[in-house]
């Protein structure tokens, strides 16, 4: 779908939803912020913006809680939805039987086009290192430039999903949006520092027992964090995912995954990779899905079930890709 189809299509809309995926990271939230500032103080829309989740650790020193709107979503409420940075509607979580009834749909996201597609209209580029990427241009139909709290939104999106531009998705075009947002005003150090900088003494505490509780495989580790550790330490299961981009720093470990026990048999399971190994496949055998480098699966069951599903998986993916033997 070209740029100015989907912009037309969203001018046409009055009252808008937009919608993230469950526990909203800086992408999302920077993505559907951004876009809805521009919508109601440039076009004078009435936006409102959903995600299954509060906004967590960090990320609040740049977004607002208040800002995700708390009332009852029903999709017949409005003439336009816009779901972001979601490739599903699994990933929308307790909106997604709404949101599957609605007759009018954009989806602006990064990652790849999951059937059977729920959008009637889609704007979709792989290649992007984030959505924020995608919002920045769409937004280039809508104004000449973006105000410091919208650089500030989307540089934080680009920042996150590109862990400060030391991953492999990042592009020129991803330096050189950054790059404009940085001289639109974004406020480079309030997101260098929120998002990497800045962690609660639990959050710390939390850390250590992550890495104690690392197991080395053949080519790969895994962290399992319980209910059990969260609640002993009584901090939140917020950011754990980070620990499997840590954990591949380590020499020889080409895959890595963090569980996470989000409830009773409930689990998230990150997984992450260096530049030539996918896991989107090992993610997706799971049920969930991602990047080549970064995905993400829930799993449900006991820890030991789970634990065995992943290790299974991740064993089945080397194999696959000529990593391990059998």
Not at 146 to 156: D, E, H, P, Q, R
Not at 294 to 322: D, F, H, P, R, Y
């Amino acid at each position: 779908m070209k740029i100015k189809s989907i912009a037309n299509a969203i001018k046409k809309g009055n009252k808008i939803a937009i919608l993230g995926h469950i526990s909203p990271d800086p992408d999302c939230l920077g993505s559907a912020f951004s876009l809805k500032e521009i919508l109601v103080n440039q076009l004078g829309k009435n936006v409102f913006v959903f995600a299954d989740g509060e906004i967590r650790g960090g990320d609040k020193q740049i977004f607002n809680n208040e800002e995700l709107n708390q009332c009852e979503f029903i999709s017949s409420d409005y003439d336009l939805l816009i779901v972001v940075d979601t490739p599903n509607l699994k990933r929308l979580g307790k909106f997604s039987k709404e949101v599957q009834k609605h007759k009018n749909i954009i989806k602006i996201d990064h990652h790849t086009n999951e059937e059977p597609e729920f959008a009637h209209k889609i704007m979709i580029d792989v290649s992007s290192a984030s959505t924020s990427e995608l919002i920045y241009i769409l937004l280039s139909e809508f104004t000449q430039k973006v105000s410091k709290k919208i650089a500030t939104y989307l540089y934080a999106g680009i920042s996150a999903d590109t862990n400060s531009f030391l991953n492999d998705n990042v592009t020129p075009r991803c330096m050189s949006i950054a790059s404009k947002l940085f001289d639109n005003g974004a406020d480079v150090l309030l997101v260098n520092n929120s998002h990497f900088k800045s962690i609660t003494r639990s959050q710390w505490d939390l850390t250590k027992l992550a890495y104690d509780k690392a197991e080395f495989y053949d080519k790969f580790a895994i962290i399992l964090i319980s209910q059990k550790d969260i609640k002993k330490l009584q901090t939140s299961s917020d950011g754990t995912s980070a620990f499997a981009n840590n954990i591949l720093s380590v020499e020889g470990v080409m895959v890595s995954c963090v569980i996470t026990e989000k409830n009773l048999k409930t689990f998230s399971c990150s997984f992450r990779s260096v530049y030539g190994i996918t896991v989107n496949k090992i993610a997706s055998a799971l049920g969930g899905g991602g990047h080549k480098q970064a995905s993400g699966a829930i799993i449900t069951g006991s820890i030991k079930e789970v634990k065995s599903k992943v290790i299974a998986q991740i064993k089945k993916g080397l194999k696959e890709q000529g990593v391990i033997n059998d």
